[in-house]
């Protein structure tokens, strides 16, 4: 990774994050970049890290918390540490503005996309983890999770995020999204998207971005299936 500093509002929007300023820049840095602006060291590793992490954390915060049975702590657990959970936990904090994206995957929505949001928000637990260790992230991430596990939070849910809990719940496989088709202009193109879950069924939907049809896509599951 290069030297440069991280921008002054990025900056402070990570001592924010964190409660105190952010220690080796560089780690923090990676742990905003994606693969597409061609940085030798994206946030992959520092999203791997940190999904262990999150998962560790969540699960003592559950088995504190909550005197249930193992299943239904396992599926509670899947739903807080999901992939649009956390994308929801980022675009909570604004996360999407500090991500550094290369020009065609900021173009095509990345700054929102579920996938991305979800993966930084992980890498930048990772990366305090490194720079902290666990006491201080275990202390970042209720914080910031607090709202969802005290069951605050997805009163009205996202329907993506709706549809990860009922394939959860239902002990079934995370959905799977994939572009069928692009069309038309770059200032007014339309994405086709569909969305499946192994063993229960297909929807599909369009819109004018990649995630609005993948959050059409996601409801027209729900109200096929669910």
């Known amino acids: 990774?290069?030297?440069?500093?991280?921008?002054?509002?990025?900056h402070a929007f990570l001592t924010e994050l964190a409660g105190e300023e952010p220690a080796s820049?560089?780690?923090?840095?990676?742990?905003?970049?994606?693969?597409s602006t061609g940085h030798a060291r994206d946030y992959q590793r520092l999203e791997f890290l940190g999904d262990r992490v999150l998962g560790l954390?969540?699960?003592e915060w559950l088995h504190e918390r909550e005197a249930t049975d193992e299943g239904k702590l396992s599926q509670r657990l899947n739903a807080l540490v999901s992939g649009s959970m956390c994308a929801e936990i980022a675009r909570s904090i604004g996360l999407g503005p500090h991500i550094r994206l290369g020009k065609q995957a900021r173009d095509d929505?990345?700054?929102?996309?579920?996938n991305i949001l979800g993966d930084v928000i992980e890498a930048l637990i990772g990366a305090s983890f490194l720079t902290r260790g666990f006491d201080p992230t275990r202390t970042m991430v209720r914080r910031l999770w607090s709202d969802a596990v005290s069951g605050k939070a997805g009163q009205s849910k996202h329907p993506k995020s709706a549809l990860q809990e009922w394939a959860a719940g239902?002990?079934?496989?995370?959905?799977?999204y994939e572009l069928v088709e692009r069309s038309g202009p770059?200032?007014?193109?339309?994405f086709t998207v569909s969305v499946s879950i192994n063993g229960v069924g297909a929807a599909q939907a369009t819109?004018?971005?990649?995630?609005?049809?993948?959050?059409?896509?996601a409801e027209e599951f729900l109200r096929r299936f669910g």
């Open 109 to 114: 929505g990345g700054a929102d996309s579920d």
């Open 170 to 176: 239902n002990r079934r496989k995370m959905p799977h």
């Open 207 to 217: 819109g004018a971005s990649k995630q609005e049809a993948e959050t059409l896509a």
């Open 186 to 190: 770059d200032h007014s193109a339309r």
């Open 57 to 59: 954390i969540i699960a």
């Open 25 to 35: 820049e560089p780690l923090w840095r990676e742990a905003l970049t994606h693969g």
């Open 1 to 10: 990774m290069s030297a440069e500093p991280l921008a002054s509002d990025t």
